[in-house]
């Protein structure tokens, strides 16, 4: 249930308004109204996925108000629409850019008409570009929809923002409270960020090395 102290970070003490929502939308407008309302990305969390969330708090049954204040509650940083949209743009375009190279430098050493090669190449990439961005847009729907699933929006779905002043405590209280959240409020948490916590966490460059640590008996 607890991290090993290997395993952590770093630590640091919060001031965060949290509240529970049922509904998913409910949830994704709230997150969106306060980035409109200047609050930083970073500093939204929702919650994690719901088989995360069980393994780390030892599949115990604990009110969605209550996991709110329990720091080692799992959280995964906010994705909005436009995150999406940005990751959109830059890999289409990269995978378009490369299909379009590839297909001319192809094309020129079949030697086929310039005016052929050009056309080719754009539709090409064109193509390409097209199905990674459809690509990128279904993986980030999956992620987005992780934790934030029907059962979830029953049992109850969490937000956290972090706040470092009492207007801002007080405008997030606001705009939770109207997007129909539950149980607003505000607390102080110490937050401590392991090695499960960084992106890719999970990657093993070498299949064949074991869960242990390089140097360790």
């Not at 965060?16 to 407008?29: P, S």
């Not at 129909?180 to 607390?187: I, P």
Request: with cysteine; hydrophobic share 45%; net charge negative.
């Amino acid at each position: 249930m607890h991290a090993s102290p290997d395993d952590i970070l770093d630590r640091m003490r919060t001031r965060e308004v949290t509240g529970v929502f049922h509904a998913r939308k409910a949830l994704v407008d709230a997150a969106e109204e306060l980035l409109v309302a200047g609050f930083d990305r970073a500093d939204i969390d929702v919650s994690a996925p719901a088989d995360e969330l069980q393994r780390r708090l030892n599949y115990a049954s604990i009110p969605p108000a209550d996991l709110a204040d329990i720091p080692i509650t799992p959280r995964r940083p906010f994705t909005g629409g436009d995150d999406i949209a940005g990751t959109q743009a830059v890999v289409g375009s990269i995978a378009g850019c490369a299909a379009a190279v590839a297909i001319a430098c192809f094309l020129v050493v079949k030697d086929v008409r310039p005016l052929v090669i050009g056309i080719l190449s754009i539709l090409c990439g064109l193509l390409v570009a097209g199905i990674a961005a459809l690509v990128v847009r279904r993986r980030f729907d999956q992620e987005r929809r992780r934790g934030l699933d029907k059962f979830a929006e029953w049992d109850g779905l969490l937000i956290w923002v972090r706040v470092n002043s009492p207007e801002k405590e007080a405008l997030a209280q606001e705009i939770l409270m109207r997007q129909g959240g539950d149980a607003v409020h505000v607390h102080e948490i110490e937050l401590a960020r392991g090695t499960d916590d960084l992106p890719l966490h999970s990657l093993r460059p070498d299949p064949w090395l074991g869960d242990e640590r390089l140097g360790q008996r």
